[in-house]
């Protein structure tokens, strides 16, 4: 495959694919995975892993690909808890009573663009075909939290609501902190207009005038991962401790779901962010 990872790790397990960041592996008490388009049960446009709920496909199908997804991924489909993303920054902190929460079981909560959580056994899910991941470590708390960064959330600065959140509730300091921005699509594909555009230029803190380029003729280019690894630097995060990983779900759309490169025409893509109960084994 010509498919080039850059700073993510592509893995095949049972038909299904995934991409880890390297820098997260390093912990044996950490399992993270972000899914891919490969190995699931769907077909024609949600051909075939799709795991987003409600856009058409059947549920028992999006299920199942949860379930062929974890068991491929070496993940706990029991522990899952889903997001239930509208482009906010409200973050929720959960435990093993919201097991299944999205998945296996309604949604409680709507609103909830973050997830964090302490618990060992806890897996979180949050839901991307364009929109940026970010994965958020604290090794030294043994802290999680994952968040959806569309171009919205990433300009209402999700991401250092989620390091706030962690210091908040688990005493993480963000100077311990480990982030991956997962795949979602990169300054070469994210084309705005210029409303879009002047959002970020008004980002006065970030240094906005590298995170746009003007294409010169009423159109604009935005640097989203760029954006969200600064907001996480301007949050306490070392920028040594920040990857990322570099691949543009539009440029890549036969591997990932591509809300840009499809009209809307797709299935979902998730990230996965858990804390073990027993150390891994490898
Ligand atoms: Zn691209």
Avoid at 21 to 38: D, G, K, Q
Avoid at 144 to 151: D, E, K, M, R, T
Avoid at 245 to 256: I, S
Wanted: hydrophobic letters at 35%.
């Amino acid at each position: 495959m010509a498919f080039d990872a850059k700073n993510m790790e592509l893995h095949r397990s049972e038909g299904v694919e995934y991409l880890t960041f390297p820098s997260f592996s390093a912990y044996p008490f950490v399992r993270h995975a972000f899914s891919t388009r490969a190995g699931g049960v769907s077909k024609n446009e949600y051909s075939s892993m799709n795991l987003g709920f409600g856009r058409g496909d059947g549920d028992e199908n999006v299920r199942e690909n949860y379930r062929r997804f974890c068991r491929a991924a070496g993940l706990d489909y029991d522990s899952l808890v889903s997001s239930a993303q509208d482009h906010h920054t409200f973050i929720r902190r959960v435990g093993k009573e919201q097991h299944g929460v999205g998945i296996r079981k309604p949604k409680d909560m709507q609103s909830v663009d973050g997830l964090i959580t302490n618990e060992p056994g806890v897996t979180l899910v949050t839901h991307y075909a364009d929109c940026v991941p970010v994965y958020l470590l604290d090794p030294v708390k043994r802290a999680i939290g994952l968040v959806h960064a569309g171009w919205r959330g990433t300009v209402a600065r999700i991401a250092e609501a989620a390091v706030s959140a962690m210091t908040r509730e688990f005493g993480s300091r963000p100077a311990d902190l480990l982030a991956g921005i997962g795949p979602s699509i990169g300054p070469c594909c994210f084309e705005v207009d210029s409303p879009v555009r002047d959002v970020f230029a008004a980002l006065s803190d970030l240094n906005p005038g590298d995170l746009i380029r003007d294409d010169g003729n009423g159109k604009y280019h935005v640097d989203l991962w760029e954006t969200n690894r600064r907001i996480l630097m301007r949050a306490g995060v070392p920028a040594s401790s920040i990857t990322v990983g570099g691949v543009c779900t539009r440029c890549n759309a036969d591997l990932l779901f591509s809300h840009r490169a499809t009209g809307g025409k797709r299935g979902g893509l998730a990230a996965f962010l858990a804390l073990t109960e027993e150390e891994a084994e490898k």
